[in-house]
Each structure stands twice: as structure tokens, then as C-alpha cells.
């Protein structure tokens, strides 16, 4: 794994440098210092559970500079998390030991302290980075996240053309194991691209990153967090990447009773041109089959398939199939439905849900499917799925859902 060290000195001096000069042209650049990325009490932040804040709930407290408008992004900054994920933020009340303290910094776009530190922390956001999506961004490192452009196999997916060393963001030190198999340009940590700082895509499709993309938190995004918070009930599942499943991993996919003239068949995703294409993964070929735009992609690696750990049916939180022609209320089922990809740029880059379908062949015959629905107008679409070698769309499936 690659690794550079860069000194805080360094590193200070070209935050102030950029900081100034492309505070709004870039989105957001959030004033932290390297050196909190990389170890904090000797330990990485990222691998020490001490760091994690406790049951995922984060106390916080509101500085008086926050003017009414700022609290509302605020607000609207926690209620992504609590919607997606099961992170909970709570006022401070005397005597809790840890809170960040969230407030307006005119020097900074945003800046945050990394994990839970122990005692008084703080989160801030200024200048005319004072929305919701920066709040949310310096919120995510608070949870202890990383920016997506500092993972360690980011040079895979980003090109940094002709910029200066000095420009670049440094490589992150943190494990593999705790970001997703799929590297997520819309992660709501992701620096803008086509800049030094956010750097070029290099992965056909897709032209945009982060706040471009993305609102609020990604699929992804609310993925890695309920993953790093070990969060249970509906937030459960797990998506764990193909080529390193574990037997217990193994035992933890459900099929529902799907299966294709080639084996049982399982949810999985991968990237394929800027989308986080949802469909098929037999256990027999080790591969996860998924659509684009027509065509059928066949991903060996990259890709990550779905696991319920605890079983389908836990103290009461129970991921099922659901007919979706059989709902009154398609906005109930899509607060419960699962997300698990994320359409094409140029098709709206909305999120998408697991579809299971059961399609005829010939006069006789059924085969089973997996593939992926999105949304228009608070309705599900047709769903898309791969049938012998063919993408096809139907109007007849079910919906993985938890309640
Ligand atoms: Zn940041």
C-alpha cells in the first residue's frame, strides 16, 4: 500500500495557500490536517473502536455563532444521517463527557475533528460553505470517515494529470476492509472533481464527483457507516466484495428461493460506467452480472454481493420481498426498500433497489433473476434484469425491503 508522509508544517502551509484562493471554485475544501487522518493515540482512527463514538450516538452542542438559517442546515445535515443510517445525534445535557460542538468558522469552508476524540470537540463549517452537504461532509469525519480520494487504490480511479506533488492529496493510512469494494464518486466525501484536490476520473462514464452527485450521503456512503458502527435492525446487511467472501459471509446470503438454470443466484452490485449497477451473483461462477444500459457485464472483481448477518429475521427487523403492484403506498415501501446502487450521471444518478423477477422462457420454462429498480416521481420504474445473456426490462417483481 502506498504510503506518503507529509508533515503538518507542509501541509498547513498549502491549506493555507489553497484554502484562500479556491474556496468556492472547488465546492468545498475542508481544512483538516493530515496528521488527523493518520493516528490518533497511536492507533489509526479508522481501527480503534475507542475512537467510534458509543451506540453511534453523537452529543452535540450549538455555538451562538449558528444563525437560524445555519441551524436548519444543521438539522437537515442530521436528518440525513438518522434516515439512513443508525447514527443518532442528541443534544448535550450536563454531564455527558463527549460532544462536538458545532459552529461558524469564517476562516475555513469546513473543518472537523476526526472520531470521537474524548471530551470537547468541534465541527465547522463558514463562508458560503454554510449547507447541509458541507455539514454533512465535516459530520462524516466527526464519525471518523476519510475523504474517497484518499483511499488507498484511489490512483485506479483518479487521474491527477499534470498537478504539482504538493497539490495532491496524500494517499489516506487507513485499511481496505473499512471502505466499500466499490470505489463511490459520489460519496458525499469525495472532493469535487477535476481539480488537483478531487483529481480526473479515470473510470469510463462517469465525469463528476461527490457534491456533484450527491445531496446528502450516497448509498455507499450510509453503507460504510452502518458497516464501521455495526448498526443491526433494518441497517444490518452488509455488502462484502466477491473476491474475499468468508464462509460466514457465505452463509449470510439470501436468495429468497431465486435460483437460474445455473445455481442459486444472490443481490450483488459493481461498478460499470458511472453506475452502481444491481443484479446477479452465482455462487457456482463467482461472478456478479449486471446490466448497463443494454448490455450485460460480467464482474469478477469490484463487486460486492449482499449479506443479512443475524439472519433475515432479527428482534423484529425482517428483510422480505414485496410484490410491488401489490402497494397502495409506494412511499412506505421505499422507506423501507434497500438501497443498493445509484443510476448513470446522464440518467439522473438517483438510487436504486434490488429487484427480483421471475421471467418465462419458452412455452414451459421460468428462470429466476436479479436485478436492479429505480424511482421516477415517487413511483418504481420497470425493473432492470439480464436473462440468458440479455438485459431485460419488467414490469412484474419483487422488492427487498426491511421492516
Ligand atoms: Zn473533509
Known amino acids: 500500500m502506498a504510503f506518503q508522509k507529509v508533515s503538518w508544517v507542509y501541509w498547513i502551509s498549502f491549506l493555507v495557500v489553497f484554502t484562500n484562493s479556491f474556496l468556492s471554485s472547488f465546492g468545498y475544501i475542508c481544512d483538516v490536517p493530515q496528521e488527523w487522518f493518520q493516528d490518533i493515540n497511536g492507533t489509526k482512527a479508522h481501527n480503534s473502536n475507542n475512537s467510534l463514538w458509543i451506540n453511534g450516538i453523537v452529543k ?6 449558528l444563525s437560524k438559517e445555519d441551524r436548519v442546515e444543521v438539522w437537515k445535515a442530521f436528518e440525513e444521517y ?3 443510517t443508525c447514527i443518532r445525534f442528541q443534544p448535550w445535557r450536563k454531564g455527558d463527557p463527549d460532544y462536538t460542538e458545532i459552529m461558524v468558522d469564517s476562516e475555513v469552508c469546513g ?3 476526526i472520531c470521537r476524540k474524548g471530551g470537547y470537540q468541534f465541527t465547522k463549517f463558514g463562508n458560503d460553505c454554510r449547507s447541509m452537504a458541507v455539514m454533512i461532509h465535516e459530520l462524516g469525519h466527526t464519525l471518523c470517515l476519510y475523504h474517497e480520494q484518499q483511499r488507498p487504490d484511489r490512483d485506479d480511479f483518479l487521474d491527477f494529470g499534470n498537478c504539482d506533488e504538493d497539490e495532491i492529496f496524500p494517499i489516506a493510512q487507513f ?5 466499500s469494494a466499490i470505489y463511490d ?3 458525499q466525501m469525495h472532493y469535487q472533481c477535476k481539480t488537483c484536490l478531487g483529481g480526473w476520473p479515470s473510470t469510463s462514464g462517469v465525469t463528476k464527483c461527490g457534491i456533484d452527485i450527491t445531496p446528502g450521503l450516497s448509498v455507499i456512503d450510509a453503507d460504510n457507516i452502518n458497516r464501521l458502527y455495526n448498526c443491526q435492525g433494518c441497517y444490518r446487511h452488509r455488502w462484502r466484495p466477491i473476491e474475499n467472501l468468508t464462509p460466514d459471509d457465505v452463509n449470510n446470503m439470501y436468495n429468497f428461493g431465486y435460483k437460474s438454470s445455473y445455481g442459486y443466484i444472490y443481490p450483488c452490485r459493481g461498478l460499470v460506467n458511472g453506475e452502481i449497477s444491481v443484479g446477479k451473483y452465482s455462487v457456482r461462477s463467482k461472478v456478479c452480472t ?3 444500459q443494454g448490455l450485460e457485464y460480467e464482474l469478477e472483481r469490484g463487486a460486492e454481493v449482499l449479506t443479512i448477518p443475524g439472519g433475515r429475521n ?7 420481498l414485496i410484490n410491488q403492484r401489490h402497494v397502495k403506498f409506494p412511499e412506505n415501501v421505499i422507506e423501507a426498500a434497500v438501497f443498493a446502487g445509484r443510476k448513470s450521471e446522464d440518467e439522473g444518478a438517483g438510487p436504486t433497489f434490488i429487484a427480483f423477477a421471475t421471467l418465462k422462457t419458452g412455452l414451459l420454462g421460468t428462470e429466476d433473476s436479479i436485478g436492479m429498480v429505480g424511482l421516477q416521481k415517487g413511483q418504481f420504474q420497470n425493473a432492470i434484469v439480464t436473462i440468458n445473456k440479455k438485459v431485460v426490462t419488467v414490469e412484474n417483481y419483487l422488492i427487498l425491503v426491511c421492516s
Do not use: I, M, N, W
Not at 60 to 65: A, I, L, M, Q
Open 111 to 113: 473543518r472537523a475533528e
Open 314 to 320: 432479527q428482534h423484529g427487523a425482517t428483510y422480505r
Open 82 to 84: 438518522h434516515s439512513k
Open 185 to 187: 464518486y459520489g460519496s
Open 175 to 179: 485499511s481496505d476492509e473499512l471502505s
Open 290 to 292: 449486471v446490466s448497463h
Open 60 to 65: 452535540y452542542r450549538f455555538h451562538p455563532s
